[in-house]
């Protein structure tokens, strides 16, 4: 088939009708994943249908050289897509300023995006796309974005070079055995990263090109007469509609099977929608059709207002109509006045001085909103708690000590600058968490330093910082082991596994070396519900009940105690400190001691766990001396 073959193919309303529900599934997923459990996956038919449109608009187009063609290109991207993107993160950014403490981390993911460069950003701080902190990030749902403006770099040039957008003889099979290839290679990527460094096969583009360049694969098949596309176009849409629902409904195990077969499921409908169908008449109404053309401009503020609303009002059931219509006139503002006007506003013929105004637009905005954060470094905050950083505890290593989610060099944060004993922190956030207390006492205990190594891509045992500190762990030291509590977590059973992996080898160690070692409970988990506009707008925060919480964290618990012998392996518990005989507060002495909802504990918080290891270090140092 001929580029004027395919050219014939017209614009499908029904495309637009299932990027309409997609963008819902993904929404209500966001309102709360308890609606909707793999709603997110929506993300992923997103990214078909990205790969199918985006080689009908190639295959559609005309270009005398290969300039003209990937300027042209550039310049329909940039004002696709930046105008309104940039407007979400100017205006984003203004309220993050008002009801964030400590917004650098967020503004920083917003910068990024406007490069698209967010999905590298927040990899490389390996942050979980479903742990509860990224619902406080405004712009972690622009990840998604970022991955497929990578992929616009590499997708023309493929388009162009294979001879395909030329109109060169065998151009098309040369594009599509190129494309097919990278596909391949792409999904084995991703399948065999998964299990190995989830982080980087979720966010990063290389191992979600397979996903929109089956779209691409889908576009140049569909027309073609192999007998096994004539058995796709006799699948029945409304059974293939329902079983992306069913998918949609299903628990959030077996993410990479449930991605592949929505991708695969995608595809196949792609092909099959018949206008005699009943799918084809839905998604072809008049209200999901406009929805899927806002389906940007709703991607984009969804997230945005859920997140701030986190911040300020929660989300409730009193809340979540006034979301709802937020969301939507946000949208439809975006779509009608930025996001459409500018697409189809021809600014000036030539496409590289088009390209270089956005270019120096975005370069700007960028500078600008970092220059700002710098100079504001939370002057216009108006909320109540604090950041989880305060300035009288310092640490003599370069390592961001008192963020949970840093990106820290391990090497430098297991090296010791001083001779005398050292108290080993490990974990995951909940560990960095105890320092700012431990920092408090370590002298009274005679200890130097105050060492640790949180949020590791593997265990600690397979990393080289890991060998460093064998080396230089001492009698009378001791091994502080702090985790978050695994049934509150998304991955459970794995880090349950993961957390007893790495606990017994500890025990290893406090035994061949005669060091101790304190396992630590975890604080009581807040429903984020109730708990996050408590931080920001009201005097009393909230409460739990302490049966409620010890209930939560009960095999959590099991699992702690079942190592301990009072002799090395040793178990602190901080209900005790944070918890009354009833309840546990997040308002104690009429001060909020947490950070987030996580939780993590700010400077109050930091300086009530102080009183937890006068309490309880005697008993566990000088235990040998009482037997």
């Known amino acids: 088939m001929s580029i004027s073959d395919i050219k014939k193919i017209q614009y499908r309303p029904e495309i637009d009708g299932l990027r309409a529900v997609a963008v819902i599934a993904v929404i209500i997923n966001h309102f709360n994943k308890d609606f909707l459990e793999s709603g997110y996956l929506g993300v992923d038919i997103f990214f078909v249908i990205s790969g199918y449109v985006i080689t009908s608009s190639l295959t559609k187009r005309k270009?005398?050289?290969?300039?003209?063609?990937?300027?042209?290109?550039?310049?329909?991207?940039?004002?696709?897509?930046?105008p309104a993107l940039l407007f979400f993160v100017l205006f984003t950014c203004l309220w993050i300023w008002l009801v964030y403490p400590d917004p650098t981390i967020l503004i920083r993911t917003g910068i990024s995006s406007l490069f698209g460069l967010s999905n590298i950003y927040l990899f490389k701080r390996s942050t979980d796309y479903f742990a509860e902190s990224t619902l406080l990030n405004p712009f972690t749902h622009t990840w998604s974005l970022s991955v497929e403006e990578q992929f616009y770099f590499i997708f023309p040039i493929l388009f162009w070079f294979s001879g395909y957008g030329n109109n060169k003889k065998n151009g098309i099979n040369n594009f599509f055995n190129i494309v097919l290839s990278l596909t391949i290679l792409s999904l084995f990527s991703f399948v065999y990263l998964y299990s190995k460094n989830e982080s980087a096969a979720y966010f990063l583009m290389p191992m979600r090109f397979w996903e929109i360049s089956m779209g691409c694969l889908t576009y140049l098949l569909l027309n073609r007469s192999y007998d096994f596309l004539?058995?796709?176009r006799r699948f029945s849409p409304s059974l293939l509609f329902v079983f992306i629902i069913l998918i949609f409904l299903l628990p959030s195990s077996f993410p990479v099977s449930k991605t592949i077969l929505i991708v695969l499921i995608t595809s196949i409908m792609l092909t099959c929608l018949r206008e005699n169908t009943f799918c084809f008449k839905l998604f072809?109404?008049?209200?999901?059709?406009?929805?899927?053309?806002m389906s940007y401009s709703l991607y984009l503020w969804h997230w945005g207002i859920l997140s701030l609303s986190r911040w300020t009002i929660g989300i409730t059931w009193w809340s979540i109509?006034?979301?709802?219509?937020?969301?939507?006139?946000?949208?439809k503002l975006s779509y009608n006045f930025i996001e459409n006007p500018i697409r189809n506003k021809s600014f000036s013929k030539n496409y590289f001085l088009n390209i270089f105004i956005g270019l120096i637009t975005l370069i700007s905005s960028g500078a600008l909103l970092s220059g700002i954060n710098k100079l504001l470094n939370g002057k216009l905050y108006f909320g109540r708690f604090e950041s989880i950083q305060f300035?009288?505890?310092?640490?003599?290593?370069?390592?961001?000590?008192f963020s949970p989610n840093y990106n820290s060099n391990p090497i430098k944060c297991l090296t010791k600058s001083k001779n005398g004993n050292v108290i080993w922190l490990f974990g995951n956030s909940h560990a960095s968490n105890l320092v700012n207390s431990l920092e408090l006492i370590k002298k009274q205990f005679g200890f130097e330093e105050v060492l640790y190594y949180t949020n590791p891509e593997e265990l600690w045992m397979k990393n080289k910082a890991f060998e460093i500190f064998l080396q230089q762990i001492n009698s009378g030291d001791l091994i502080i082991f702090s985790y978050r509590n695994i049934n509150v977590d998304i991955n459970g059973p794995f880090n349950a596994n993961r957390m007893q992996n790495e606990i017994e080898e500890f025990i290893k160690i406090a035994n061949n070396l005669n060091v101790k070692l304190i396992l630590v409970d975890d604080a009581p988990n807040f429903n984020y519900f109730n708990f996050l506009p408590q931080f920001t707008f009201f005097r009393n925060g909230p409460k739990i009940s302490k049966n409620s919480a010890i209930k939560k964290r009960q095999e959590h618990t099991m699992i702690l105690q079942k190592y301990v012998d009072n002799k090395k392996v040793f178990y602190v518990?901080?209900?005790?400190?944070?918890?009354?005989?009833?309840?546990?507060?997040?308002?104690m002495n009429k001060k909020l001691i947490y950070a987030d909802n996580s939780p993590h504990f700010n400077k109050n918080g930091a300086i009530l766990i102080k009183q937890?290891?006068?309490?309880?270090?005697?008993?566990?140092i000088n235990k040998n001396n009482l037997e």
């Open 63 to 82: 270009s005398k050289n290969f300039f003209e063609f990937i300027v042209s290109f550039y310049e329909r991207r940039i004002k696709r897509l930046v």
């Open 230 to 232: 004539k058995t796709f």
């Open 284 to 293: 072809s109404k008049p209200f999901l059709v406009n929805l899927g053309l």
């Open 321 to 331: 109509p006034i979301q709802i219509v937020l969301i939507y006139y946000a949208a």
């Open 391 to 401: 300035k009288y505890i310092q640490s003599e290593l370069s390592c961001e000590r």
């Open 573 to 587: 518990d901080q209900f005790d400190i944070l918890c009354d005989s009833d309840n546990c507060p997040a308002v």
């Open 612 to 620: 937890l290891w006068i309490n309880q270090l005697p008993k566990i």
